[in-house]
């Protein structure tokens, strides 16, 4: 399993003996990953185009995706980005996906999944808001149930329709 921490620290070493290297020469500009409508935030974590990790990723922050995951992406309340460079193979819970390049998995959004124009989904949704833009290709299901009326309605339609009819039967 991968933790998202541990990254993020070996990556803060590498750029602080990096920039006490540049100090002397130049200040250092801020990189920021840049997405359509998902400015980075502090607390954000990036996979960057040539990283490649194979396993299951976990973490308390936001993630940005522009290299390749395969595995699982497990960021319980934060937000996933997969940037148009960006190549996944795993099932994603997080509470915003974005996707932007190429998914082959599962998404289980706790508050919307989006799929830009740009976008490559081979999997299901299960979200209580999704948006596909126009030139998004989409290829699954997709469930669209609030997380409140999931766990206290019964599942399918038919269901509740046969529930309600033997119920009838019976006052009759």
């Known amino acids: 399993m991968i933790d998202m921490k541990q990254i993020k620290e070996n990556v803060s070493s590498k750029i ?6 540049e100090e002397s020469e130049q200040p250092v500009k801020e ?6 409508n998902t400015p980075a935030k502090e607390g954000s974590a990036s996979i960057g185009a ?9 973490g308390d922050e936001n993630l940005i995706i522009q290299g390749e995951v395969d595995g699982t992406i497990k960021v319980q309340g934060h937000n996933v980005t997969i940037s148009k ?13 974005i996707v932007e390049g190429k998914l082959e998995g599962d998404m289980n959004g706790d508050e919307k999944v989006i799929i830009r124009e740009s976008g490559n989904v081979y999997g299901n949704i299960v979200a209580p808001r999704v948006t596909l833009e126009d030139g998004a290709m989409f290829k699954g299901s997709i469930e669209m149930e609030p997380r409140s009326a999931a766990s206290s ?18 006052s009759a």
């Open 16 to 21: 602080k003996t990096y920039q006490t290297h």
């Open 31 to 36: 990189a920021r990953p840049t997405t359509r």
């Open 50 to 58: 040539s990283i490649r990790i194979r396993g299951d990723v976990t």
């Open 85 to 97: 460079t960006g190549k996944v193979k795993a099932n994603i819970e997080a509470n915003q996906i």
């Open 153 to 170: 309605q019964p599942r399918s339609g038919m269901n509740k329709l046969q529930d309600n009819d033997s119920a009838e039967r019976k």
